[in-house]
Every structure is written in C-alpha cells, then in structure tokens.
C-alpha cells in the first residue's frame, strides 16, 4: 500500500522544503495542468526536471495535458519515475505507454469519472499503473466521489486476471474518512494533497492514511 502526497496542496513558494516533509512517503504526486486539457495550470517540464534533482522520494508525475502523446515521455526525460497520461487526451495510448516504457519510467494511464474503463481493459500489457479519478481533474480540495469505486473494483479484477506487477491508484478527495473504501474496492497506491499538506505534521499524516490503507486491504 503506497501513499503518493500530492505537491498541488503545498507550498509552491518551497517545494523542496515541501517535499522533505513527506520523505516518509513512497513518491511525490506532481499534477502537470496546461490550462487545456483542464481549466487549471500549474508546473511543466522545467520544474519537474528541477524536482527531481532534489526530492528524496521518486516523483508521481500526473499529466492533465492534451497531446500526451507529444509530451510523456519528455517527463519521463526530466525525472519523472512514474508518468500517467489521460487516456481522453491521448491518440495512441498504447505507443504513449510503450514510449514512456523505453523511456525508463513506469507507465500510468488515468481515466475521469465519467470514462468508462471497459474499452481499454485491453491497454493493461502496455501499462504499469491505472489511475482512477475520483474528483473531476483539475483541482485539489473537491470532494470524493464514492461513485466511483465499481470502477476501482472492476480495474482491480480486471487486473487481477491480467496477472503482472499492475497498480491501482485513486486520486481526489482521498483523506482518513475516505481511504478505507478505496482500500476496500481494491485501489493500492493512494493520492491525497489537502489531507497531507492541509495537516499540521505532513509525515504523520502519510503514515496514518497507509495504517488505514493497510488495515482495510481487498481480498
Ligand atoms: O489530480 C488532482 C486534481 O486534479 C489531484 O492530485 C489533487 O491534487 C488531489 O488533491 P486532494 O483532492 O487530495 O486535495
Ligand atoms: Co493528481
């Protein structure tokens, strides 16, 4: 069970300093906005490659970009150690996965709350990671959206048969109130910005939402 912060609830005036503060994490959430793809923009490819040379957990970077299939593997380039593209924005998702495979990270594919998973179950031998969102991409701080755990609990049977080293990550809203459902329905690798950073100890935090995350592990 993983805990990846999101470093969109942190201080963006001292991102190292912010990144030291959940160390104890397994990685650093970094959501990549263009202004496109969602109505919201944040931090591109210079400050990801800055990231990465001074952050001591690997970077989680999450792309809510149009031409993913442009611009992944250029985040794998710059120190991105997991990169997850938007299967709305990608035209050739399975080369995008491939692309950012050869490129040395592992390959996530992230899928809104109003995409259904079923048409690209069979993506799965190309990817390393299923992102399922439960808030509408594009802000920290929304709420859960519980709706969509018969998702997480399809991609994790989905993954299941499938066999492999495949990881489910949830993403908006993940908090202590809301984790054990995420746990449950079969997600291991947990988004969570405002739980985290909203607390006073960051590191704490991290380490209560895995306890939860832990004690409430599917099948
Ligand atoms: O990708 C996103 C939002 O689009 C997330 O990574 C959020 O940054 C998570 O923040 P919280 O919902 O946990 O506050
Ligand atoms: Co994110």
Redesign the pocket.
């Known amino acids: 069970m993983q805990i990846s912060p ?1 470093i ?2 942190a201080d963006f005036a001292n991102l190292e300093r912010e990144l030291r503060r959940i160390s104890n994490a397994d990685w650093a ?1 970094v ?1 990549v906005m263009d202004g496109h793809f ?1 109505p919201n923009l944040t931090l591109g490819l210079p400050v990801v490659e800055a990231l990465a040379k001074v952050s001591p957990i690997p970077l989680d970077c ?1 792309l ?1 970009i149009d031409d993913p299939d442009r611009w992944a593997p250029q985040y794998a380039e710059a120190g991105g150690s997991s990169v997850t593209f938007h299967i709305e924005a990608a035209g050739d998702p399975r080369r995008v996965a491939r692309d950012l495979r050869a490129a040395g990270a592992r390959a996530g594919m992230a899928i809104k709350p109003g995409t259904a998973f079923a048409p690209y179950a069979d993506l799965l031998p190309d990817l390393d990671m299923v992102l399922v ?1 439960t ?1 509408e ?6 709420s859960f959206m519980a709706d969509q755990m018969p998702k997480v609990r399809e991609v994790r049977e989905a993954v299941r048969r499938h066999g492999g080293d495949i990881w489910v990550q949830v ?4 908090s202590a109130d809301t984790i054990e459902q995420c746990a449950e329905a079969g997600a291991d690798v947990f ?5 985290v950073y909203g607390a006073q100890d960051a590191a704490a935090a991290v380490e209560e939402l895995r306890a939860l995350a832990t004690a409430h592990r599917h099948g």
């Open positions: 999101s969109l609830s959430h959501d969602v999450h809510m969102m808030v991409p594009g802000f920290g701080g929304q993403d908006g809203g993940v988004v969570a910005g405002s739980a």
